[in-house]
């Protein structure tokens, strides 16, 4: 079945250490995007590629990157990680048309 | 940006009754998706519906864009209904989605 892959699917990370989020596709779509959702509110956009093309939110915090090297896969660099990053990271798809968007199982990140 | 307003915040319901979720958004939109957050954190598509009506089993919904609302119906609920569900929008051209506060159900035995 074609699905949008996450991992690991929990993640910890200590104070400062850098961290990589990994996400996959099989849904063969141009549009990857990455939210974040904190602990009983609704997930919040933080950027989006289209093709090769990145699309930053502009109050996404420079603390986070991303890179797509194929449209297979896209990651999610968190440089410094603080406590207040510790949240679900939610990897979407969506096709040339930007219409129906597919989530994957997220990646859950603590922070010690 | 866009306001989208989902209500009610939480709902208790007993299992097999019905109910209606709604979703308020303040300006047109290109896109609208229901989404059920289980447990573990997934988010499972429902529907994409930025206007209309679709079922899909003991779920339907049904989107009037003209006036900025949609509405999710749950019939028979079953336990396996509970969780959060999200109302979600978009308005630009690249279906960057905007999501409401979501509705906390739980389905009691």
């Known amino acids: 079945d074609a699905m949008v892959i996450q991992n690991p699917r929990y993640q910890v990370t200590q104070f400062g250490k850098p961290v990589t989020l990994s996400c996959s596709q099989t849904?063969?779509?141009?549009?990857m995007y990455w939210y974040q959702q904190k602990s009983s509110q609704a997930p919040k956009l933080l950027f989006h590629?289209?093709?090769?093309?990145?699309?930053n939110e502009a109050d996404t915090p420079d603390n986070f990157q991303s890179r797509r090297p194929n449209t297979s896969f896209c990651f999610l660099d968190i440089r410094s990680p603080g406590l207040g990053d510790a949240a679900m990271y939610l990897c979407?798809?969506?096709?040339?048309?930007?219409?129906?968007?597919?989530f994957g199982p997220g990646t859950r990140l603590t922070v010690t | 940006g866009i306001q989208v307003e989902q209500s009610p915040p939480d709902l208790i319901l007993q299992e097999g009754a019905n109910s209606t979720l709604r979703c308020n958004f303040s300006d047109s939109v290109n896109n609208l998706q229901w989404f059920h957050q289980n447990p573990w954190g997934q988010l499972i598509n429902l529907f994409y519906?930025?206007?209309g009506t679709k079922q899909n089993g003991r779920l339907s919904a049904t989107t009037v864009a003209t006036e900025r609302y949609s509405l999710l119906y749950i019939s028979s609920s079953q336990t396996t209904d509970s969780g959060v569900y999200f109302c979600?929008?978009?308005?630009?051209?690249?279906?960057?989605?905007?999501f409401g506060a979501g509705t906390q159900v739980v389905v009691t035995p």
């Open positions: 590629y289209y093709d090769k093309d990145f699309n």
């Open positions: 979600a929008v978009a308005t630009d051209s690249w279906g960057k989605l905007q």
């Open positions: 979407a798809t969506s096709g040339r048309w930007l219409n129906e968007q597919y």
């Open positions: 849904l063969n779509h141009n549009v």
């Open positions: 519906i930025p206007s």
